[in-house]
Nanobody, 121 residues
Framework: QVQLVESGGGLVQAGGSLRLSCAASGSIFSINAMGWFRQAPGKQREFVARITSGGSTNYADSVKGRFTISRNNAKNWVYLQMNSLKPEDTAVYYC???????????????WGQGTQVTVSS
């Protein structure tokens, strides 16, 4: 089994910054893409950012230029640096990883439990 644990959420004023972290652990052989999604109250979960094992990144248009995703492949961590935060960034942020488990031949999408980010105006 694979566990993803997020941390770093909290309350911040508009224009402020937060850094989210996500640690993957368990029976992991390798991790392909890792990413972040978010879900605001009453809305569907949406894509925020993704990074491949090779370091290629892509972002939702709404966060381009403000958020930066990075990862530590050796430690199976992924980070999301969020700058110039806006009230509309308020959501629960979820970590996602495509994992090849030990002894497995398939890739499984794993999710964390989420961390709350609240941006006050």
């Amino acid at each position: 089994q694979v566990q993803l644990v997020e941390s770093g959420g909290g309350l911040v004023q508009a224009g402020g910054s937060l850094r989210l972290s996500c640690a993957a652990s368990g029976s992991i052989f390798s991790i392909n893409a890792m990413g972040w999604f978010r879900q605001a109250p009453g809305k569907q979960r949406e894509f925020v950012a993704r990074i491949t094992s090779g370091g290629s990144t892509n972002y939702a248009d709404s966060v381009k230029g403000r958020f930066t995703i990075s990862r530590n492949n050796a430690k199976n961590w992924v980070y999301l640096q969020m700058n110039s935060l806006k009230p509309e960034d308020t959501a629960v942020y979820y970590c996602n990883a495509f994992v090849v488990g030990l002894g497995a031949s398939t890739i499984t999408s794993s999710w964390g439990q989420g961390t709350q980010v609240t941006v006050s105006s």
